[in-house]
């Protein structure tokens, strides 16, 4: 199983990012897959999680309304539209798969039985 994170990088306030999470090794469309951020001397936080069958969604308080996770089953990717950048959204980004809990309980510190590495987003004037 393998998860590759891209497309972080360095922007203003305001701007916005489109991570990627290309995957591979494993039934990509059959489990809930998400986003994870990691800030320097915080706890990671699930960011949004999507299921797999019905696509609900799951998205932090402190993202909803500017961030949109989405999947492409056929291309075995996941993403999320980062809009509307704040700097408290500085962090490293992670992708990760569950092949058990869903979607909804990403927010919990036991989802992700596979990471991806991360890739760094910075956001600041």
């Known amino acids: 199983v393998q998860l590759q994170a891209s497309g972080g990088g360095a922007v203003q306030p305001g701007e916005s990012l489109r991570l990627s999470c290309t995957t591979s090794?494993?039934?990509?469309?059959?489990?809930?897959i998400g986003w994870f951020r990691q800030a320097p001397g915080k706890e990671r936080e699930g960011v949004s999680c999507i299921s797999s069958r019905d696509r609900s969604t799951y998205y932090a308080d402190s993202v909803k309304g500017r961030f949109t996770i989405s999947r492409d089953n056929d291309k075995n990717t996941l993403y999320l539209q980062m809009n509307s950048l704040k700097p408290e959204d500085t962090a490293v980004y992670y992708c990760a798969t569950d092949f058990e809990m869903p979607a909804s309980s990403c927010k919990f510190s036991s989802w992700g039985d596979y990471w991806g590495q991360g890739t760094q987003v910075t956001v600041s004037s």
């Open positions: 090794g494993f039934n990509f469309r059959h489990f809930a």
